[in-house]
């Protein structure tokens, strides 16, 4: 994942399949796997323009990631295999804590945690901070983009450039 997301273009090709194979073993016999999560985990989309688990971390919970509860990193683990459709000020919230939960027993399951622990962190409630937004009507927005990314696939959407117009008159909206 960090050699296809870091070195190389979203296409699908054998060629680039190849490449991605030599970047992994030359990552693999340079770095030990605890840095390649490192760097994998500081580089990827959390979603809200976050790139990286501390910038998320400051992101949605104002705080930085050393600093963070049990609950809140299971969100953040559970943020990266969809950003936008899992946040926690879009329309999808119930399913993003939903995840969180089975992050949480995934935990469990391999040893991270205990059972007692992940109990805990299930019932406590999870404050977000207040989404700070430049976006003129950031509801609509996230409607448009839950669409996008429902019909050609959230990667897509991240990195290909699109121009999307839509029929929102925020000057009529206003008045």
Do not use: C
């Amino acid at each position: 994942q960090l050699a296809k997301n870091e070195f190389l273009t979203p296409e699908k090709t054998i060629s680039r399949k190849f490449k991605e194979l030599a970047l992994a073993f030359r990552l693999e016999n340079r770095y030990t796997k605890d840095r390649i999560i490192d760097l994998y985990l500081n580089q990827i989309p959390y979603g809200a323009n976050s790139y990286g688990i501390e910038a998320a971390s400051k992101t949605y919970f104002r705080k930085s990631a050393k600093d963070l509860s049990l609950p809140e990193i299971a969100v953040l683990a559970s943020l990266p295999r969809a950003p936008s459709y899992y946040s926690p000020w879009g329309n999808h919230k119930d399913e993003l804590l939903k995840r969180k939960d089975l992050v949480l027993q995934r935990m469990t399951d391999l040893g991270f945690i205990t059972a007692d622990a992940a109990a805990r962190a299930k019932k406590e409630k999870i404050e977000f901070a207040q989404q700070i937004t430049e976006i003129a009507a950031p509801h609509f927005v996230m409607a448009v983009q839950d669409y996008l990314n429902t019909q050609y696939g959230e990667e897509f959407v991240r990195t290909a450039g699109l121009k999307v117009i839509t029929t929102l008159d925020t000057k009529l909206q206003e008045i």
